[in-house]
């Protein structure tokens, strides 16, 4: 088992920036693929950003939406995976989710084995 917990979400203005982490314990961190998803309320649980495995960093990818503004990374001494927020909209409220599952990055939240609670962000216009 791989238990995730999220800190970090808050209230910001419109361009303003937040920094998400997303600390695990349990079963060993590094092997495992880190997502980021979002669920708006009302809204289907959306794919953010996600990383794959690699003790240099890993391999990162982005929805479209968040392209350019989100940054994803990881620390894997520190079993942390952190979400870089800049130039927040408020289309980006909703309430984040950390995501891990053994293997290869995937996009489709089904394929993530282990979930956070959640932490909420809201963005003021």
């Known amino acids: 088992q791989v238990q995730l917990v999220e800190s970090g979400g808050g209230l910001v203005q419109t361009g303003g920036s937040l920094r998400l982490s997303c600390a695990a314990s349990?079963?060993?961190?590094?092997?495992?693929?880190m997502g980021w998803f979002r669920q708006a309320p009302k809204k289907d649980r959306e794919f953010v950003a996600a990383?794959?495995?690699?003790?240099?960093?890993?391999?990162?990818y982005y929805a479209d939406s968040v392209k350019g503004r989100f940054t994803i990374s990881r620390d894997n001494a520190k079993d942390t995976v952190y979400l870089q927020m800049n130039s927040l909209k408020p289309e980006d409220t909703a309430t984040y989710y950390c995501?891990?599952?053994?293997?290869?990055?995937?996009?489709?939240?089904?394929?993530?084995?282990?979930w956070g609670q959640g932490t909420q962000v809201t963005v003021s216009s």
């Open positions: 990383i794959s495995f690699s003790w240099s960093g890993g391999n990162t």
């Open positions: 995501a891990a599952r053994a293997g290869g990055v995937t996009w489709s939240r089904v394929d993530y084995d282990y």
């Open positions: 349990g079963r060993t961190f590094s092997p495992y693929a």
